[in-house]
C-alpha cells in the first residue's frame, strides 16, 4: 500500500571539442513529422476482464503519477485520474451503456454499518441515446471500442453525519491499510459495462492510491537544528518551546531532592513531511551539578513519536453506539548528542544548565495525518510519556522530485 517517490538518476555529459565548429542547425517542420510531447510522470497499469459467453471482454487503463505509483496506480489531491476503457465485442448492439465510477471509502467492519463513503465520482462514457456505438471504434482493432476517461480528486470533502445535519468539510484522507489495524482507508476506481435486456452486465474494478500533499522545505540533520538555534533572535520566533519541570532524588552521598527546568524547542509550525527528520533542543537547568551530570546525558533522554489511532469500533458496539477504539504505537525515537557543556549562566547564576541537540527520523512510508469522519491518524512527539506530549503533523512533500 505504501508508495514512496521512484529513484531519479541523473547522467552528466563532459562536452569536448574536438576540430573546427560545424554550422549552427536550424530545424524546418516537416509535413511527415510532428512532435509528441510524452508525460513522462505517467505510469500506466491495465486491468481486464476477458471476452466470454458472459459478455464482450473489458479492459481498463489507468494512467497513475510515475513518482508514486508503485503496485498501485496512485494519485496527488487535486489531480485527474485519467486512462481508458476499451471494449471487445464483435459488435457493439448488445452494449447499452458504459460508465466508471471512484469511491472513497473508510471501512472499519464488515457491515454497512462500519462503511463511510466520503468520495463519489462518476462519468458516464457513453450510453445508446447518446449516439452511435461505432464513433467509438478502434481503428488499430476493428473488434475494439475505446473511451478515454477523466476524474478529478478533489482536495476537501464535505460528509454529513446525519440527515439534515450541515456538511463538514475534511482534507481528502490519504490511503491507509496495515496489519493489525480494523480501519483502513480505501479508494475503487470502477467500470460498469450495461447490457440489453437477457444479457448480463459486466464489472471491472480495481484500488488506487490516493496521496495528501505540502510543499515545504523539510528539515534534517544536527546541523540544522545548531544552525537555526544559534541565529539572530527574529530568527528564533518559527520555533516552539515548551517547558517542563520535574523533581527526582539524588542518593549518592547525601540523599536529596533537587528540581529540573527544561526546555525542549520544536518548529513552530509542527508540521514535518514523512522522509525528512524533526530537529530537537534540549535545554535542562538545576542548582545540583551531580543531578544535571546524571540527567543532562544522550543515553538519559527518551523522545519518542507515537502514532494513535482512533476509529469508531461498529462491530463492537453494533453500529449504534459512538464508541471509540484506539490504536496507539511508537514509530520513531530520537537521537541525540551534547551541544554545551555544563556551565553556569549569567541569567540564572545559580543554575548550572546543559543544552542537548536531537533529531527524530521520519521514515518515508509513515502515512500522514488525517481526521475525517469516523477515523482519526494523529501522530504524537511523546517526551518520556507523562513529562511532556505534543501532536503534530506528518505530510508528504514531493517538491524534490516535482
Not at 88 to 112: M, P, Q, Y
Not at 308 to 333: A, F, H, L, P
Amino acid at each position: 500500500m505504501l508508495n514512496s517517490p521512484s529513484s531519479t538518476y541523473l547522467l552528466d555529459f563532459e562536452v569536448v571539442e574536438i576540430g573546427p565548429k560545424l554550422p549552427s542547425f536550424t530545424h524546418r517542420p516537416s509535413p511527415y513529422c510532428s512532435t509528441i510531447r510524452m508525460d513522462h510522470r505517467k505510469r500506466n497499469f491495465e486491468y481486464s476482464v476477458a471476452k466470454g459467453i458472459a459478455g464482450p471482454g473489458i479492459s481498463l487503463t489507468v494512467s497513475g503519477d510515475s513518482r508514486i505509483s508503485n503496485e498501485l496506480p496512485s494519485f496527488l489531491e487535486g489531480d485527474k485520474v485519467t486512462g481508458a476503457v476499451r471494449i471487445s465485442a464483435n459488435n457493439g448492439e448488445d452494449i447499452r451503456s458504459v460508465h466508471v465510477s471512484l469511491k472513497g471509502r473508510i471501512l472499519t467492519g464488515r457491515n454497512s454499518d462500519a462503511v463511510c463513503t466520503f468520495l463519489d465520482l462518476r462519468e458516464t462514457l457513453w450510453t445508446a441515446e447518446s449516439g452511435d456505438i461505432e464513433a467509438h471504434r478502434d481503428l488499430t482493432n476493428e473488434s475494439d471500442y475505446i473511451w478515454p476517461y477523466s476524474l478529478l480528486l478533489p482536495k476537501k470533502v464535505v460528509i454529513s453525519q446525519n440527515d439534515g445535519e450541515k456538511g463538514q468539510v475534511f482534507a481528502l484522507p490519504h490511503t491507509f491499510s496495515e496489519p493489525g489495524v480494523p480501519a483502513r482507508v480505501h479508494y475503487e476506481l470502477a467500470v460498469s459495462l450495461k447490457q440489453s435486456r437477457w444479457k448480463m452486465n459486466r464489472r471491472i474494478t480495481t484500488e488506487i492510491g490516493c496521496f495528501q500533499i505540502k510543499r515545504t522545505r523539510p528539515r534534517s540533520g544536527y546541523i540544522s537544528a545548531v544552525t537555526s538555534f544559534d541565529a539572530a533572535a527574529d530568527r528564533l520566533a518559527c520555533w516552539k518551546a515548551l517547558d517542563f519541570n520535574f523533581t527526582g532524588t539524588v542518593s549518592q552521598f547525601q540523599p536529596r531532592t533537587v528540581e529540573l527546568l527544561c526546555t525542549l524547542s520544536l518548529k513552530d509550525s509542527l508540521c514535518y513531511t514523512r522522509g525528512s527528520s524533526i530537529p530537537l533542543l534540549l535545554k535542562i537547568r538545576c542548582q545540583d551539578k551531580q543531578a544535571l551530570e546524571s540527567v543532562a546525558s544522550p543515553d538519559a533522554v527518551v523522545v519518542q513519536l507515537n502514532r494513535r489511532i482512533n476509529y469508531k469500533d461498529v462491530q463492537m458496539c453494533g453500529g449504534k453506539s459512538s464508541r471509540w477504539s484506539t490504536v496507539v504505537e511508537s514509530v520513531g525515537v530520537a537521537t541525540w548528542m551534547n551541544h554545551e557543556e555544563i556551565s553556569s549562566g549569567p541569567a540564572l547564576p545559580d543554575y548550572y544548565h546543559s543544552t542537548l541537540i536531537g533529531k527524530l527520523e521520519l521514515k518515508s512510508g509513515l502515512v500522514p495525518s488525517a481526521i475525517i469522519a469516523n477515523l482519526a491518524i494523529e501522530p504524537k512527539d511523546n517526551k518520556s510519556a507523562l513529562l511532556l506530549s505534543q501532536t503534530i503533523q506528518i505530510t508528504t512533500d514531493l517538491s524534490k522530485s516535482s
